[in-house]
């Protein structure tokens, strides 16, 4: 009896299972096709290496590094590769066949779209929707700013308007010189403008010439991509302000950032009254010690140390006095007058070099000489002149007319 009974508990589990095992099918076939393929997805084991083929068929391969997709977690770097594929296939809405929870799909999510400017067409707002049983993500479906059928025409003028852009660049270029070039391309076409058309993606500012540090920051990484260097986006606050985006370069194994944003003179604190304002420098290739002054990073992926000023804009152009002699300044101010310069710059490199500088270009007589010289050069009796003092930057710009 007891052989009879056990072997009837033994039965009675086996149906259990059978039944569940009915179930789960009959859960499939009414989830319809999408369910199958995933669980068929699942099963085959492929994971991203699938994805990765799917990518090559489809032409899709990545020819520049993928900042985030190199920091993230091993395990995040499928779902990474199918959203790619999905998204590059303007699959706007479309189940995930990886798995990964919610937080995991906005780092993954946001990764991608850091990565990858190139993906013009998404919009400010996701719709995500998980398993309450796995807690897994199950599908997804993007706000989009251009139709799918219009995305290839956008697509076509987008790379009309880099090549453009990239023809004005020297074959001989060094890849510091390609990167000033690029910035101050876009300084000069830009606009910023918060209330611009689609401002978060780079049609804004290379085809609309209108946008906002998102747009400016995006196309800056777009167009060096194009050119096989590295540039990926940042993002981060402004040290008493709001949300801001920004860029990160590699020149010779070193890093740099870059705000191409704060580079457009709307933001470089002009003189007032001054009718040619001129672009700012302290954002191209600075250190992370000069950036931090103003902007946040907010944490998003691990940065690499910048400390390097081997590209700094006024090294580069002999604007840079690492201390303060007189005469040394002096020089410089009457060599400004007698080669007739509308301006002149200089960066000192400590706050007491600058502070001291400043004291005696103002107050000790290096302006008044040079302006003296500088009216008997012209015959007159009369000259306006306005300056600029950077104390965050230690930079003194004086405009000579």
């Known amino acids: 009896m007891r052989d009879f009974e056990k072997g009837n508990r033994k039965r009675g589990?086996?149906?259990r299972r059978l039944f569940a095992g009915a179930a789960v099918l009959l859960l499939l076939?009414?989830?319809g096709c999408g369910t199958v393929a995933k669980v068929r997805y699942q099963l085959s084991g492929r994971g991203e290496a699938g994805w990765e083929e799917a990518a090559a068929e489809a032409g899709m391969e990545v020819g520049f590094e993928e900042y985030y997709y190199e920091n993230l977690p091993e395990a995040l770097r499928e779902p990474y590769r199918e959203l790619f594929v999905r998204m590059m296939r303007y699959e706007d809405a479309a189940e995930i066949y990886s798995e990964l929870t919610t937080e995991e799909f906005w780092q993954v999510y946001y990764g991608l779209l850091a990565d990858h400017p190139e993906i013009f067409w998404v919009g400010k707002s996701v719709q995500v929707k998980e398993s309450?049983?796995?807690g897994h993500v199950v599908s997804y479906e993007f706000e989009t700013t251009v139709p799918a059928e219009e995305r290839d025409a956008m697509r076509?003028?987008?790379e009309a308007a880099a090549d453009a852009c990239l023809a004005g660049i020297s074959q001989d270029a060094s890849d510091y010189e390609k990167i000033r070039y690029v910035y101050e391309?876009?300084?000069h076409t830009t606009d910023y403008r918060e209330e611009g058309e689609d401002t978060q993606n780079i049609q804004s500012v290379l085809l609309n010439h209108s946008s906002v540090c998102a747009g400016y920051s995006k196309a800056f990484q777009y167009l060096l991509h194009r050119m096989g260097l590295f540039c990926t986006y940042l993002t981060g606050t402004i040290r008493d302000g709001g949300d801001h985006g920004w860029n990160l370069v590699r020149i010779d194994g070193t890093y740099y950032y870059v705000d191409v944003?704060?580079?457009?003179p709307v933001f470089a604190?002009?003189?007032?009254?001054q009718e040619n304002t001129?672009?700012?420098y302290n954002y191209l290739c600075c250190t992370e010690e000069d950036l931090f002054k103003t902007h946040v990073p907010d944490g998003s992926v691990p940065l690499p140390a910048c400390t390097a000023d081997d590209y700094n804009y006024y090294k580069q152009n002999g604007m840079y006095y690492e201390t303060f002699d007189y005469d040394t300044i002096y020089q410089r101010f009457m060599e400004s007058v007698w080669n007739g310069e509308d301006s002149i710059v200089m960066k000192f490199g400590s706050r007491e070099a600058y502070d001291a500088a400043v004291g005696e270009i103002l107050e000790g007589g290096i302006l008044d000489d040079a302006g003296q010289y500088l009216m008997e050069q012209n015959g007159v009796s009369t000259w306006n002149y306005r300056y600029q003092t950077d104390d965050t930057f230690y930079v003194f710009t004086l405009y000579w007319r």
């Open 13 to 15: 589990k086996a149906a």
């Open 29 to 31: 076939l009414a989830g």
């Open 132 to 134: 309450g049983l796995t």
């Open 156 to 158: 076509t003028r987008l």
């Open 185 to 187: 391309y876009l300084i």
């Open 261 to 264: 944003t704060w580079g457009d």
């Open 269 to 273: 604190n002009q003189v007032e009254g």
């Open 278 to 280: 001129v672009m700012n």
